[in-house]
């Protein structure tokens, strides 16, 4: 079974509109988990390391007040795109290692589209 | 700085014949190395990784992959397709000194043909 949790699957909102994605291990405590955007047909691309109790660090070039990563608790990670507009559509990938077992898992993605 | 290039976006093979992914990464550091599989609608499963033990890795479901120094490469093979390959492949490789940090290829889509 699913060792990370995304939810939600799929979104559709308005342009302007907030949306909050959550990224949760499952059976591990993770204080580091990690955020990847995907456009069609293009590589999945770091786009920041979420750090518990602490600010998120982001990759160059990926705004920080557009993309709010909240990560409160070791295990639940939160990524809101702010003010989103149809560029911001594609689709978001978290991933949390499990430092005991030496591997990193992935969520099964969220497919973002904004109209 | 690391990055990854997958060749072919598309593969397609008959069933049973050879599957064979390919996998170039360039890391001024020495590498991690990775494979991922991913389904549709699921998550991004780990096949297999090479650590700096064996050269030849061998992973889940028959796939092994090769690291190969002097060719920065990282190959995925699998000698018989079977129609429950059918999926994407993503590469992937971070470092020593950032084990969680990956940079990913573009992936590559494995066809199947009965």
């Known amino acids: 079974g699913a060792v990370v949790s995304q939810h939600p699957s799929w979104v559709i909102c308005k342009s302007g509109t907030s949306v909050k994605i959550e990224c949760r291990s499952l059976?591990?405590?993770?204080?580091?988990m990690f955020w990847y955007r995907q456009f069609p047909k293009q590589s999945l691309m770091l786009m920041a390391t979420s750090n518990e109790g602490s600010k998120a660090t982001y990759e160059q070039g990926v705004e920080k007040d557009k993309f709010l990563i909240n990560h409160a608790s070791l295990t639940l990670s939160t990524l809101t795109v702010t003010s989103a507009h149809p560029e911001d559509s594609s689709f978001y990938i978290c991933?949390?290692?499990?430092?005991?077992?030496?591997?990193?898992?992935f969520g099964a993605g969220t497919r973002l589209s904004v109209l | 700085a690391q990055s990854v290039t997958q060749l072919g976006s598309h593969v397609s093979v008959s069933e049973g014949a050879l599957v064979l992914l390919r996998c170039n990464y360039s890391s001024s550091v020495p590498p991690y190395l990775f494979w991922y599989v991913q389904y549709p609608n699921q998550g991004l499963q780990l096949l297999l990784k090479?650590?700096?033990?064996?050269?030849l890795v061998k992973g889940i479901n028959g796939f092994e992959a090769e690291f190969k120094k002097s060719e920065t490469s990282f190959h995925l093979t699998k000698p018989s397709a079977h129609m429950s390959d059918a999926a994407e492949y993503f590469c992937?490789?971070?470092?020593?000194?950032?084990?969680?940090?990956?940079?990913f290829g573009s992936g590559t889509k494995l066809n199947v043909k009965p």
């Open positions: 991933s949390a290692p499990d430092r005991g077992k030496n591997i990193q898992y």
């Open positions: 059976d591990f405590q993770a204080t580091t």
């Open positions: 090479y650590t700096s033990a064996a050269t």
């Open positions: 992937a490789v971070s470092s020593r000194y950032n084990f969680n940090k990956f940079y």
